[in-house]
């Protein structure tokens, strides 16, 4: 397993500046709208509470690369528990 980032601004730096490249091949499944990945580090503004508990983007079709991406690799992953990607 490929080094667990932290919930860290440095993360989301990094994350931001290496969203210009692709996901990895080994990711699977899918996002379960959690919305975990939206507070990392502060909770997004855009992020809205649906009515069947899960979390929603305001702003999806224009949503950053960051955000579109994530986890874009499995050291990416920081929202383990509850995220519905894996990587193989
Ligand atoms: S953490 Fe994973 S499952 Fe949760 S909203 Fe982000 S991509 Fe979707």
């Known amino acids: 397993?490929?080094?667990k980032?932290?919930?860290?601004?440095?993360?989301k730096a990094k994350r931001?500046?290496?969203?210009?490249?692709?996901?990895s091949d080994r990711r699977r499944d899918q996002c379960v709208n959690c919305g975990a990945c939206c507070k990392l580090p502060?909770?997004?503004p855009f992020i809205?509470?649906?009515?069947?508990?899960?979390?929603?983007?305001?702003?999806y079709p224009i949503r950053p690369l960051n955000c579109r991406k994530y986890?874009?690799?499995?050291s990416e992953l920081v929202t383990r528990d509850t995220c519905g990607y894996r990587f193989e």
Do not use: F, H
Not at 5 to 10: D, G, L
Not at 16 to 23: E, F, G, N, Y
Not at 50 to 59: A, F, L, M, R
């Open 1 to 3: 397993m490929a080094d």
């Open 5 to 11: 980032q932290e919930n860290t601004w440095a993360a």
């Open 16 to 23: 931001t500046i290496t969203s210009v490249l692709p996901v």
């Open 42 to 44: 502060n909770v997004c």
């Open 48 to 59: 809205k509470p649906g009515e069947d508990g899960k979390e929603y983007c305001s702003i």
């Open 71 to 74: 986890p874009r690799t499995e």
